[in-house]
């Protein structure tokens, strides 16, 4: 079994920053992406910013120079820097960890269980 755990958001006013932390632990064999993706009442789920275990980094335009997200390989952690938050961040934010558990196992999606966050204006 595979959990992802995250921590952090809150409630911020626009302008502050806030950061989010996520570990993935169990029966990991190989670690590929881990990411965070955000839901906004009303909206479907999209990627804000994701990075490899090469240090590639991906990130939505809407926060591209805003959030910054870094990560530790040997602990399989992974954080999200919020600076200058505006209140359409607002929105339950989800951390993911793209995998696999064994040898010859296809990688799969694994989901934290959300964490708020809200800015006001």
């Known amino acids: 079994q595979v959990q992802v755990v995250e921590s952090g958001g809150g409630l911020v006013q626009a302008g502050g920053s806030l950061r989010l932390s996520c570990a993935a632990s169990?029966?990991?064999?190989?670690?590929?992406?881990m990411g965070w993706y955000r839901q906004a009442p009303g909206k479907q789920r999209e990627l804000v910013a994701s990075?490899?275990?090469?240090?590639?980094?991906n990130y939505a335009d809407s926060v591209k120079g805003r959030f910054t997200i870094s990560g530790d390989n040997a602990k399989n952690t992974v954080l999200l820097q919020m600076n200058s938050l505006k209140p359409e961040d607002t929105a339950v934010y989800y951390c993911?960890?793209?995998?696999?558990?064994?040898?010859?196992?296809?990688?799969?999606?694994?989901w934290g269980q959300g964490t708020q966050v809200t800015v006001s204006s």
């Open positions: 993911n960890a793209h995998l696999t558990t064994a040898w010859g196992r296809l990688p799969t999606d694994y």
């Open positions: 169990g029966s990991i064999f190989v670690l590929n992406v």
């Open positions: 990075l490899t275990t090469g240090g590639t980094t």
